[in-house]
């Protein structure tokens, strides 16, 4: 039986969905985290288990070939970035399958995964903590989960971010009082900053430095407050204004210009973009659509010129009223924007087809039961959490088959997956 502290030689096997290294000492499975499977190392027990034991690299003594080190820092964030590209690509595909195995049994092909080459500097939104003492500075957590390590350079988040990264750290600014809980920075593809101050209170006080440093920054449109209202959400639902405008303008893959504010959903990576352009090449022309968590509609107005009709479908009404006003501004008469339950909108709204693009708690029991009532000739399913994505498609096997399934690299050096999944109507 293994030991805290004990120290062992081990070799990988496998990596995990969570990114461990996976091996056996003893017939005892231990999970380590920055190992590759087949690397030789010398590693630390942390953390015993009845069915299972954790611990750390002390030494590797026979690196992988797919081992690089591009995260000096040990961000928590950049939990793939020891593999190289190849071999998180792989990772994804074989996690998805395995994914698919597991919870629904589902020996499932899987369609060559998508990728666009672009490893770092692909996000264009980014939030950090702050530390106030004895300056601002803007923290990232590291691996462990615990510890916040200072940052003036992220590799995921684009070049404009970093930008106001680099110029936030160099001015060492002070603030006043310690409400200020974290920064968001939201960039277009105009090199356009919207940056929001999240605050425990609506409350300016002491931040005129930091204001001040941040609308000289070249290509900022506006600053907001945001005050954040539940510790479990990273915004609130009400932000004030104290500098320019509170809105982007972002262009989506057929050039209409969408509306975006602090508070909105917006894909941040536009590689996304290849996952719509798949549903409009599987979607029937003339299609009546319902486009559930439409966010701001990035899904829906991207089909706008194949189908007859399209409902974005969202319970944030600031989603909703920028979805709105891209409607009206581009004369878009077969669109409609609705605030409502995507269950609701399902069983009133007539369609052919249904999008959905939950969080990543994926589909409730009521919206399930709301689809399993309806005969959509297709669904496609967009999702960022492969558990929750499997189980809901299980229990809409009972009257929908699935077509195909894209796994999408959206987000690189990250434990992070996105997939598409098109269902079809067994009928």
Sequence with gaps: MLEKQQQIKIIGTKIDYLGQGVARHNNQVVFIPGLIDDEEAIVEITNVKKSFAVAKIIEILKPSSDRKAINPLHLTSLDLAHLSIEKQL???VDTTIETFDKIAGLDQRVEPIIFDGHSEYYRNKAVFRVDTEPYLQLLMFSNNNQNRIPVDHFILANRKINEALEIIAKAKIKVEDKYLNAIAFRSNDQDQLLVTLIAKKNESKGLSELVNVIKKIKGVVGITLNVQDDPRHIL???????????????TNNNNLRIIINDRSFFQVNSLINRAYDLIAEDLESNSTIIDAYSGVGSIGFSLIEKAKKVHLVDTNFENIKNARITIKENNLSDVSALCMDANEAIKKLEADALIVDPPRQGLNNATINAILERDFKKIYYLSCDLKTLVRD????????????????????????????????NKK
């Design 90 to 92: 792989k990772w994804q």
């Design 236 to 250: 609130g639902k009400k932000s004030f204004l104290l500098y320019g405008v509170n809105e982007l303008l972002q």
């Design 393 to 424: 498609l299980n229990l809409l096997s009972t009257q929908y088959e699935i077509k195909k399934v894209h796994p999408i690299r959206m987000f690189m050096h990250t434990t992070e997956t996105e997939t598409l999944v098109i269902l079809k």
